[in-house]
C-alpha cells in the first residue's frame, strides 16, 4: 500500500542497483515510476510493485523526484536529455551513478538550463547489499535538497551523508572504490594462498573473518570464492572496468600514485581476458587460482 505522505518518486535505471532502490522504496510505501532500457528488466520490476513508464521522459512527468543509476555516461547524457525534454516545473535529479565528475557536471548544466536540479549523490555498497539497504548515499550539491530527501533515502539506505559542494559525493566514491578494487583482489589472494598450502576454503573464509584480516570486502565476496561460483553478480565484471577507469583517472588528474589499485588492474584486466565479464568482481580468486595452478576436489561450472 502506498503512503498517501510519501508520494511518487522516479528511478531511471533498473538494473542491479537501481531495481534493489525501486523494490526498497516500494516496500517501504512510496509510489515508484521506472524506466530502464531492458524490457526483461522492466517486466521483473512491474512484478515487483513498481509502475513502469515509456521513457525517462515520462518518469519525469510522473514524479517531481527522479533516481537515476546508470551504466555508462551515454545514459546519462541521453536521461539529462529526456528530462530537459520533458517541458515539467522543476525536479529534482539524484545522480546515483559513478562517473566522472565532468560527465556530471555536463548533464548538471543541461538540466540547469531547463530549470532542473542534479544531486551528485553514489551510493557505496555491492548489490547484494543494495538489496537489504545496507548501503550509504554520498550526497553533494544542493544542501537544503538533500536534507529534505532525508526520508527518502532513508528507504532504500541505511545512511545518508552530506559532504557539501557538487562533486564531492563522487570524490568520495573513488576514494571508496579504490580500496574496494585492492581489497576484494587481496582477498582473492589470501584465499588461494590458503588453498594452495593445503587449507578448506571454507575454514580460510571462517578463520579470517574470525581475526584481525578480515573486511567488509572480504565477508561480502570470500563466500563467492568458496563455492568457486561467480554467477549471482552483485557488481559484475565489466560494469566495475567503468569504475576502475574513472578512479584512475582521477587519480592521475590529481596527481596521486595509486601502486595498489594499479597492480589490482592487471588482475580485472585478466579476468575480462578469461570471459568473465558478466559475471562477479570475486571471480578474480579463479584467475589467481589459474595463476597459481591451484586444482580444487570438485570443479564447479564458471562460465
Same mark, same amino acid.
Given at each position: 500500500?502506498v503512503s498517501?505522505?510519501?508520494?511518487?518518486v522516479?528511478?531511471?535505471?533498473?538494473?542491479?542497483?537501481?531495481?534493489?532502490?525501486?523494490q526498497?522504496?516500494?516496500?517501504a510505501?512510496?509510489r515508484?515510476? !521506472?524506466?530502464d532500457?531492458a524490457a526483461?528488466?522492466c517486466?521483473?520490476?512491474?512484478?515487483?510493485g513498481?509502475?513502469?513508464?515509456?521513457?525517462a521522459?515520462?518518469v519525469?512527468?510522473n514524479?517531481a523526484?527522479?533516481i537515476?543509476s546508470?551504466p555508462?555516461?551515454?545514459?546519462?547524457? +541521453?536521461?539529462a536529455?529526456a528530462i530537459?525534454?520533458a517541458?515539467?516545473?522543476?525536479r529534482?535529479?539524484?545522480?546515483? +551513478?559513478?562517473?566522472?565528475?565532468?560527465d556530471?557536471a555536463?548533464?548538471?548544466?543541461v538540466?540547469?538550463q531547463?530549470?532542473?536540479?542534479?544531486?551528485?549523490?553514489?551510493v557505496?555498497?555491492t !548489490?547484494?547489499?543494495?538489496?537489504t539497504?545496507?548501503?550509504?548515499?554520498?550526497a553533494?550539491g544542493?544542501?537544503a535538497?538533500i536534507?529534505?530527501?532525508?526520508?527518502?533515502?532513508?528507504?532504500? +539506505?541505511?545512511g545518508?551523508?552530506?559532504l557539501?559542494?557538487f562533486?564531492n559525493g563522487?570524490?568520495?566514491k573513488?576514494?571508496a572504490n579504490?580500496l574496494?578494487?585492492i581489497?576484494?583482489?587481496?582477498s582473492?589472494?589470501?584465499m588461494?594462498l590458503?588453498?594452495k598450502?593445503g587449507?578448506?576454503?571454507?575454514?580460510?573464509?571462517?578463520?579470517?573473518?574470525?581475526?584481525?584480516?578480515?573486511s567488509?570486502?572480504f =565477508?561480502?565476496r570470500?563466500?563467492?570464492?568458496?563455492k568457486?561460483d561467480?554467477?549471482?553478480?552483485?557488481?559484475?565484471?565489466?560494469?566495475w572496468?567503468?569504475d576502475m577507469?574513472?578512479?584512475?583517472?582521477?587519480?592521475?588528474?590529481?596527481g596521486v600514485?595509486t601502486?595498489?589499485?594499479?597492480a589490482?588492474?592487471?588482475?580485472y584486466?585478466?579476468a575480462?581476458?578469461?570471459?568473465?565479464?558478466?559475471?562477479?568482481?570475486?571471480?578474480v580468486?579463479a584467475?589467481? =587460482? =589459474?595463476?597459481?595452478?591451484v586444482k580444487?576436489?570438485?570443479?564447479r561450472?564458471r562460465?
Amino acid at each position: 500500500m502506498v503512503s498517501a505522505n510519501k508520494g511518487a518518486v522516479g528511478v531511471v535505471g533498473l538494473g542491479i542497483m537501481g531495481g534493489a532502490f525501486a523494490q526498497n522504496l516500494v516496500a517501504a510505501g512510496w509510489r515508484v515510476i !521506472g524506466y530502464d532500457t531492458a524490457a526483461a528488466r522492466c517486466r521483473a520490476l512491474a512484478r515487483a510493485g513498481v509502475e513502469i513508464a515509456a521513457d525517462a521522459g515520462d518518469v519525469t512527468r510522473n514524479a517531481a523526484v527522479v533516481i537515476t543509476s546508470l551504466p555508462k555516461p551515454a545514459a546519462l547524457a +541521453s536521461t539529462a536529455a529526456a528530462i530537459a525534454k520533458a517541458g515539467v516545473p522543476r525536479r529534482v535529479v539524484v545522480e546515483a +551513478s559513478t562517473f566522472a565528475i565532468e560527465d556530471k557536471a555536463k548533464a548538471r548544466a543541461v538540466l540547469r538550463q531547463a530549470g532542473h536540479v542534479l544531486l551528485d549523490c553514489p551510493v557505496s555498497g555491492t !548489490g547484494a547489499q543494495a538489496k537489504t539497504k545496507d548501503i550509504v548515499v554520498y550526497a553533494s550539491g544542493g544542501g537544503a535538497e538533500i536534507k529534505r530527501l532525508r526520508p527518502l533515502f532513508a528507504a532504500f +539506505s541505511r545512511g545518508v551523508y552530506y559532504l557539501g559542494a557538487f562533486g564531492n559525493g563522487s570524490r568520495m566514491k573513488y576514494v571508496a572504490n579504490l580500496l574496494v578494487a585492492i581489497n576484494n583482489v587481496a582477498s582473492a589472494e589470501a584465499m588461494v594462498l590458503g588453498m594452495k598450502a593445503g587449507l578448506p576454503p571454507r575454514l580460510v573464509y571462517e578463520l579470517v573473518k574470525a581475526g584481525a584480516a578480515n573486511s567488509r570486502v572480504f =565477508e561480502l565476496r570470500a563466500p563467492m570464492m568458496v563455492k568457486d561460483d561467480y554467477r549471482a553478480a552483485t557488481m559484475k565484471i565489466a560494469v566495475w572496468q567503468k569504475d576502475m577507469d574513472v578512479i584512475g583517472g582521477y587519480a592521475r588528474k590529481i596527481g596521486v600514485p595509486t601502486p595498489m589499485f594499479d597492480a589490482s588492474k592487471a588482475i580485472y584486466a585478466k579476468a575480462r581476458r578469461s570471459g568473465y565479464d558478466d559475471q562477479d568482481t570475486a571471480a578474480v580468486c579463479a584467475v589467481l =587460482e =589459474e595463476m597459481a595452478g591451484v586444482k580444487r576436489a570438485e570443479k564447479r561450472k564458471r562460465r
